[in-house]
């Protein structure tokens, strides 16, 4: 999730070295529902009626979780004074999935792909539920799309990141230097 301070009169709007204000997990599985973490993996093998079960209860719970999470998100940051503009989401580089369950379930290769896609998807729906856009850049073109956006040299901006970790402290972790690259995608598109 992206936010900026709102602007002051004549701030840019997008500001020229961002900062973290919030950092944080959202736990998008429950752990109430067996097989949450990962349903497709736990859908496998299972008679068809049993295994949409499975995956149906599972999405349905991740989407609760994710809306609930976005908007405990959303309060804080507009209680610390912070417009939220827009999500980043990074996207896998697989291929497509197959239209159907039994085909996912037919592929274990599908199956991890079609857990990663759930979690996307039950993102996506929170904020277009809070009418946030939603910017999707693939994983291993944020750092160029995060470039071409703001105009900065990726080594730059790669040394930017690396900085925030620092003030930030541990863990930083390559999701979250990724994730902040897609931040600043959304920010410069605002």
Same mark, same amino acid.
């Given at each position: ?7 002051? #009169? ?19 599985? =429950? ?9 497709? &993996?736990?859908?496998? $093998? ?6 949409? @079960? ?22 804080? *940051?507009?209680? #610390? ?6 999500? $980043? *989401?990074?996207?896998?580089? $697989? @291929?497509?999935?197959?239209?159907? *369950? ?5 592929? &274990? ?14 993102? +996506? ?12 850049? #693939? ?8 470039? =071409? ?7 730059? *901006? ?26 600043? +995608? ?5």
């Amino acid at each position: 999730m992206n936010s900026r301070s709102l602007p002051s #009169r004549g701030e840019p709007t997008v500001p020229p070295d961002p900062q973290v204000v919030l950092r944080r997990r959202i736990e998008l599985a =429950d752990p109430a529902i067996e097989g949450s973490k990962q349903p497709y &993996h736990e859908a496998e $093998g299972k008679k068809p009626k049993e295994a949409e @079960r499975i995956v149906g209860r599972c999405i349905d719970s991740s989407r609760r979780l994710a809306r609930e999470a976005l908007w405990t998100v959303l309060v804080e *940051l507009r209680q #610390r004074q912070h417009d939220v503009v827009g999500c $980043g *989401l990074l996207l896998a580089s $697989g @291929r497509p999935l197959p239209g159907n *369950l039994h085909a996912i379930l037919a592929s &274990h290769a599908f199956i991890h792909a079609a857990e990663g896609e759930m979690f996307r998807d039950v993102l +996506v729906r929170a904020s277009e539920h809070f009418s946030l856009p939603v910017t999707g850049v #693939r994983e291993r073109d944020v750092l160029a799309r995060a470039a =071409d956006a703001t105009g900065r040299p990726a080594s730059e *901006l790669q040394s930017r990141v690396a900085e925030m970790g620092r003030a930030l402290g541990p863990p930083w972790r390559q999701d979250e230097k990724l994730a902040a690259l897609a931040a600043w +995608v959304v920010l410069a598109q605002a």
